[in-house]
């Protein structure tokens, strides 16, 4: 390093996805030092991308503090397909100079890293082993020889370079709320939530070269005993849990941390620790995308903000990188799953770019033939060709949603090209009749009683229509074309399907009472609507639909004026309900299914979505009139007298703030709106209030 005043340093660092495929589509790809010290705070990078179309991504990071006077090292340690970097440094004075740094790259394998068993396709990211003993101590410091190193091969293989907007970290620590002995050397330690992360263990005065094993899982037995079946998908040919390992060098101590793998859990079982395991020597570190902001939810009923609490807080632990299923099993981009918590999602966090950034993996998973996988960034080459209309029209109600959450036109213009060739591949999917034929696989994933196949693929190829269309309008696109294809189709469905507004077949579930009310006429649609109520009543108000026909059902009672009815379905809480998982389960993340499934997983937000969604703009009643709350209705549903409601929400034009206290059949309410916005405030006694921005209060 020369003798001049360093006035800034940037380094950049580049990377592909994972060199191994699926392997590594989950795991943290990159890790990079500068003098032995870690360069930035972000982990699981660069998170899933799509290897389709061989794009990279880069992160820029200062490292101006960290350079010094003389010689300088860089490090990495890196799985990807292709890694660079370089360095920008700007002296007093103006002068510039770039480095590659990778031109004097020298590489090495092998190493104290073990990530994966041989042959478990879904594994990547899920073990990860640290061999003290075969570790490189100090490579990223001055001095180290690398002569027996070898020089990287140099590849162009790589066809754009785009900047990684959002990133992973450790968001907060945990410590645990117990730690139990359960043999020699043997301790369970429970951390209390169902989180995403890793731990960080004190090791003291450890055996050299014997195994430390830390297992991982989301639930216990009435033995205290882990449950190793809680994070491992034995049908999808796992064969082993969620486990890291060290292997010490046997100094007095050492701290275990992984740096590759990532695992759901709220219980550890360690295996092999010499001596106590104190409070102080392990710790839970909790990893998300940094998409946290300050909307909140809270109202009288403790048995609502607890389901508000597991459903955020699954939502939470399931933003890494891309919106996953579960942060245990497949930590899949699975389509469906994200268009119906996408609302949701964008009320509770910041994910305007996180959304933009999942969306170009959808657009470059596309196939020719203009099919969306249902997975993104795809997964297998098993399911090439695969169509499952339900699943991927999230390509369409994913970016409108983000649109009308935050008013950012970018991300339709950017999926606009997707959506249209998709619309055109599932017309050539349709019968002489206009039915959609061939075009589902996962059905009402978690229903008590599937569909009719054809059925729901028609209806979710209006769904697409309905959509695009409202796309067309915003982006001032011609969709005449569009908008025959649904009133053709829509006719098709009555002439097929509809017999005195009933579903004309065996399947008789709510999700086909609800999708009816989308295609009967105004003078039949008040029969329809008390089809389902009459359902919802004879199951004693208990869901019998899955992930799609409760997110349709919350939307349908709540466009039809029956908040009573949601608010019945949320107060159940015997088997099977989602009461039940807190009260019988002692849930801290919402399950994947109504009715505990001791293999399914204790941390998928997709059935609660909708839930948490009219949380905000059912119970508090807060609903966006123009995209991105420009304008907004305040319309909140008071179950019981008394009753007190507070919501935030915290938009693009800053933080919305309402309460409502109802007392006597009297309500007082406090509102704060955002500058640049107006609210719209509908009394109890018909009358509506309207406010510009400011802080106000009012009585009725």
Not at 50 to 73: F, I, T
Not at 87 to 100: A, L, P, R, S, W
Not at 202 to 231: D, F, M, P
Request: proline residues 3%; contains cysteine.
């Amino acid at each position: 390093m020369p003798d001049k005043k360093i006035l800034s340093a940037v380094l950049y660092s580049a990377s592909t996805t994972g060199a191994f495929g699926n392997l590594t589509f989950s795991v943290n790809d990159v890790y990079i030092t500068l003098n032995g010290q870690k360069i930035g705070k972000d982990i699981v990078t660069p998170g899933q991308i799509s290897e389709k179309k061989n794009r990279a991504v880069y992160r820029a990071y200062d490292v101006g503090n960290m350079l010094k006077q003389g010689e300088n090292v860089f490090g990495a340690v890196f799985l990807s397909l292709a890694y660079s970097a370089f360095i920008k440094i700007v002296y007093q004075g103006g002068e510039t100079v770039f480095t590659d740094l990778t031109a004097d790259f020298k590489i090495n394998g092998g190493g104290p890293y073990k990530l994966w068993e041989t042959g478990v396709e879904d594994q990547g990211g899920k073990t990860e082993e640290y061999n003290a003993l075969k570790e490189y101590t100090g490579f990223d410091l001055p001095n180290y020889d690398v002569s027996n190193w070898q020089s990287p091969i140099f590849t162009d293989s790589v066809s754009s370079l785009e900047e990684q907007t959002v990133t992973t970290e450790v968001i907060y620590e945990l410590k645990p709320i117990s730690i139990t002995p359960k043999g020699y050397r043997h301790y369970v330690v429970d951390f209390g939530e169902n989180v995403n992360g890793h731990i960080r263990l004190n090791i003291r005065n450890a055996k050299v070269g014997r195994r430390i094993s830390v297992l991982y899982s989301e639930a216990v037995y009435e033995n205290g005993e882990i449950s190793a079946c809680s994070t491992t998908n034995y049908q999808r040919g796992e064969n082993s849990p969620h486990c890291d390992s060290y292997i010490p060098k046997g100094c007095q101590t050492e701290i275990f941390e992984p740096r590759f793998a990532n695992h759901g859990f709220r219980y550890v079982d360690i295996y092999n620790y010499n001596g106590k395991i104190e409070k102080e020597d392990i710790t839970a570190l909790v990893v998300h995308s940094t998409v946290l902001k300050e909307s909140e939810f809270y109202c009288s009923d403790e048995d609502i903000n607890k389901l508000y609490k597991i459903s955020k807080k699954s939502q939470q632990m399931n933003l890494v990188s891309i919106p996953t299923d579960c942060p245990t099993r497949e930590r899949h981009g699975w389509l469906g799953d994200a268009f119906v918590v996408c609302e949701s999602e964008c009320i509770n966090f910041d994910l305007l770019t996180f959304f933009e950034s999942w969306c170009k993996s959808i657009a470059d998973d596309q196939e020719e033939s203009g099919n969306v996988p249902y997975i993104t960034p795809f997964q297998s080459p098993i399911i090439t060709g695969n169509v499952d209309i339900a699943w991927s029209y999230a390509c369409i109600a994913v970016p409108l949603m983000v649109y009308k959450a935050y008013g950012d036109k970018d991300i339709l213009l950017q999926m606009y090209p997707v959506m249209s060739k998709w619309i055109d591949f599932i017309t050539t999917l349709c019968n002489e009749e206009r039915i959609v034929t061939g075009g589902i696989m996962w059905n009402d994933h978690t229903a008590r009683d599937r569909m009719d196949k054809d059925w729901l693929g028609t209806i979710y190829y209006c769904a697409c229509l309905r959509d695009f269309i409202s796309v067309c309008t915003v982006l001032g696109k011609n969709c005449e074309k569009y908008e025959k294809l649904l009133s053709e189709t829509k006719k098709a469905l009555n002439i097929k399907y509809i017999k005195d507004n009933k579903f004309s077949n065996n399947y008789q579930n709510d999700l086909a009472h609800i999708i009816s009310l989308e295609l009967t006429d105004d003078l039949k649609e008040k029969q329809a609507f008390e089809l389902l109520i009459d359902s919802i009543k004879s199951e004693n108000y208990h869901f019998t639909c899955g992930c799609l026909g409760i997110f349709q059902m919350i939307a349908a009672l709540e466009r039809y004026g029956r908040n009573d009815i949601i608010y019945k379905l949320c107060k159940q809480d015997d088997e099977g309900t989602f009461l039940n998982w807190i009260l019988k389960y002692d849930a801290t993340t919402a399950f994947e299914f109504l009715k505990f499934n001791e293999w399914g997983s204790r941390n998928h937000p997709f059935l609660m979505g909708s839930i948490n969604r009219w949380f905000y703009e059912g119970l508090a009643g807060i609903k966006k009139i123009e995209p991105g709350y420009k304008a907004f209705a305040i319309s909140p549903y008071f179950p019981q007298d008394p009753w007190l409601i507070k919501a935030k929400i915290d938009t693009n034009y800053g933080l919305i703030s309402f309460m409502a206290e109802k007392t006597d059949n009297k309500i007082f309410y406090e509102i704060t709106v955002p500058c640049g916005t107006t609210a719209h405030l509908y009394l109890q006694n018909g009358n509506t209030v309207k406010f510009g921005s400011g802080s106000y209060t009012y009585s009725e």
